[in-house]
């Protein structure tokens, strides 16, 4: 899905962008500091679910968006899975036009607000930014993309695009994730009638289940879905497609195209003694518990849940740090990542990294559990640790863990919350005959189309990928809506 580069030379020589690029010289520009993000203190965020990321002020921004050297050829935009018009929205902001700004965006990227809070742009965008071959740190491409959307919604002025031609063929997302509603976004504003199928009582998937309110606020994740509802999009809660409703069923109610989203929600663990004691919990169930469930805002929301005091999550993604400060918020007065491979390692993003060993956690890296004791109520005690070393790259391309013989110890824990990864929901994939499937349970798809064997047919998102980035998932989104455009118009 490249960008049109004609459309992106006509967009940068606009007579104000001239103007304003010749407002500075690429040296006083690259010369400029990179901004950093106000953020709360780490004793005061701990004592509560309040984001820890306060946002860039106007000044600010502004100061940073004339970083920003405007490439004729911005390499940015290759590393954005959704091709957002980088340099555009970023002038905008510097020109202080910030709803325009927020409109840019919009042009490709129906949740930017939340892309600008959990996107890693580090690997992404911010990774292809011409500033790295000057040795230099990158634009804060996702501090400025959440200051212009949330400029938007602070105002109350949501730009809703206009509509041209509106299409009498109905389709259909199963699945309510980023990959859904960048999908649902995108045929709307092609003039599809859409609708979207969510098995739970809230819309938007991990954006509400997984992502703690101090990293995404649910306040956040509303509004955007609030933005897809004024572009007509359809949500129907409460509805397990594969049970309630087959895609048969969808047919005869006169869909014609189908994206399938359901995500990756299966929660895997190590399959090692003792991890049915009572206090171990997956990833899944203690952030679902916390988020959907609201158990952190007892006690207006009676969720039980067990708030360990000495808590271990197994792990080193963004769902395991996204765990361990939340216990910390939950009253642990010691919390710990353990995790088998070095933190050269970790997948997870270096914020999130950063901001945990600010608040206390401590890292156990090159540690693996091998059991869970449990006391004469099935309660778990203790973990029996054994220490790692690292051997040869494994298909990863990162160094593969090995055990050290003889290295085990015991940790004393009340709470264990592992969280090494998820598998693909089964239901959809078991509920549609035809569909190809891999040996780890995902939908085979045209990686160039995300058509699955079957017509009409298309998925993206953790149900292809089996775990991935919110972008990612997005990007697969808008790929599928794009090809299932053009396979409804080719019918």
């Not at 965008?125 to 990158?138: D, G, L, N």
């Not at 259909?172 to 009638?193: D, E, H, N, R, V």
């Not at 969280?419 to 569909?435: E, M, R, S």
Request: charged share 25%; hydrophobic share 40%; net charge neutral.
């Amino acid at each position: 899905m490249p960008v049109d580069p004609q459309e992106l030379n006509a967009d940068r020589n606009q007579d104000w962008r001239n103007e304003l690029r010749s407002g500075l010289s690429a040296k006083e520009r690259s010369g400029l500091p990179r901004v950093k993000m106000p953020e709360l203190a780490p004793l005061e965020r701990i004592l509560g679910f309040v984001e820890v990321n306060s946002g860039l002020n106007e000044e600010m921004a502004v100061q940073e968006a004339k970083r920003c050297l405007d490439c004729s050829t911005p390499s940015c935009i290759s590393g954005c899975p959704v091709n957002i018009n980088i340099p555009g929205f970023i002038k905008l902001i510097e020109k202080k036009d910030f709803l325009a700004a927020a409109k840019k965006l919009k042009e490709t990227n129906a949740l930017p607000a939340v892309c600008g809070r959990v996107c890693p742009q580090e690997t992404q965008c911010e990774a292809t930014c011409v500033y790295q071959k000057m040795k230099k740190p990158p634009v804060a491409i996702g501090y400025l993309e959440r200051f212009a959307s949330d400029c938007e919604r602070l105002t109350g002025t949501i730009s809703i695009p206009v509509i041209e031609k509106k299409r009498p063929v109905k389709v259909a997302a199963i699945g309510s994730g980023p990959a859904s509603l960048t999908f649902a976004g995108q045929m709307a504003k092609l003039g599809y009638p859409v609708t979207v199928f969510e098995a739970l009582h809230e819309l938007a998937g991990v954006l509400i289940y997984g992502i703690p309110e101090f990293r995404l606020p649910k306040s956040i994740v509303r509004s955007e879905i609030a933005y897809l509802e004024a572009l007509g999009v359809a949500f129907e809660r409460n509805v397990v497609v594969g049970k309630m409703l087959t895609i048969d069923d969808l047919r005869n109610q006169g869909f014609q195209g189908f994206f399938i989203g359901s995500g990756a929600g299966l929660p895997k663990f190590m399959h090692i003694p003792g991890e049915n004691s009572i206090g171990v919990y997956s990833s899944n169930e203690y952030l679902t518990r916390v988020n959907l469930m609201r158990a952190y805002q007892f006690p207006q929301y009676d969720t039980p849940i067990i708030s360990g005091k000495r808590v271990a999550v197994i792990g080193g993604g963004n769902t395991a740090m996204d765990s361990v400060r939340t216990a910390v918020r939950l009253g642990a007065d010691k919390a710990m990542i353990v995790y088998r491979r070095s933190e050269q390692e970790m997948p997870a993003r270096i914020e999130e990294v950063h901001h945990a060993k600010e608040e206390g956690i401590e890292f156990l890296t090159l540690t693996n559990p091998v059991e869970y004791l449990a006391d004469g109520n099935g309660r778990v005690k203790q973990m029996k640790v054994q220490k790692m070393g690292l051997g040869a790259a494994d298909d990863s391309g990162r160094k593969r863990p090995v055990p050290i013989t003889g290295s085990e110890y015991m940790i004393d824990v009340d709470t264990v919350v592992v969280g090494v990864g998820t598998d693909p929901n089964p239901l959809i994939p078991q509920a549609i005959k035809g569909l190809e499937i891999t040996k780890w349970g995902t939908i085979v798809v045209n990686e160039e189309t995300m058509q699955t064997a079957l017509p009409g047919i298309f998925a993206g998102g953790d149900i292809v990928r089996g775990g991935a980035t919110v972008i990612l998932a997005m990007g697969d989104g808008k790929k599928a809506a794009e090809s299932l455009h053009a396979y409804l118009n080719n019918k």
